[in-house]
């Protein structure tokens, strides 16, 4: 074997050993630094929440999960707000001084914009999740009622505002979480700025 074919042929095995190598680092460090990431799940439980509520019609309600939570979206009409007024005396905390919601949710109709409620749908009793009862005096809940959250677990009522009626096992009113508007079709549940965009 010649001179220049033997270092050519090493040169070639020096070329092929250190590409492999390479390559065998790389893939053996790609799990390694891929670890370092959050996980899906983990990224998910943080992370705000967009929804879109255009076609969100009055008296309609839509569902998203935030951190692990159901969260309820209500578009309230006029007919909805208007029953708001009459219930102060009803309630176990009607100026949510006791309840937690941000500070522009303090207020009667506990919402950043008095057509959306943006609630976290667990009872304040225990957990349970509220079924929706929109509909005024039905034979199962009395003629006193005008539409709101009923828990079934252990008879909690809530109010169109998610405030909690007295007589209820709930402590609190519902928990409003943080939300900000983006214009006037969008809704970002987690991220808090208290103005509407």
Known sequence: MSEEASVSRRHFL????SVTGVVGLALTAAPFI?????????????????????????????????????????????????????EKAALKDPDSAESIQPAYAKNATRALRPDYLVVIGNCTHLGCAPLERFEVAPADLGPDWVGGFFCPCHGSKFDLAARVMDGSPAPTNLVIPPYRFVGDDLIIVGEDTGAVA
Request: charged letters at 25%; hydrophobic letters at 45%.
């Open 14 to 17: 020096t070329v092929a050993t």
């Open 34 to 86: 891929a670890s370092f990431r959050p996980s899906t799940r983990a990224q998910a439980l943080g992370a705000p929440v967009s929804v879109d509520v255009s076609k969100l019609e009055e008296g309609a309600m839509v569902r998203v999960v935030w951190r692990g939570q159901p969260v309820w979206v209500l578009h309230r009409g006029k007919e909805m707000l208007d029953r708001l007024a009459g």
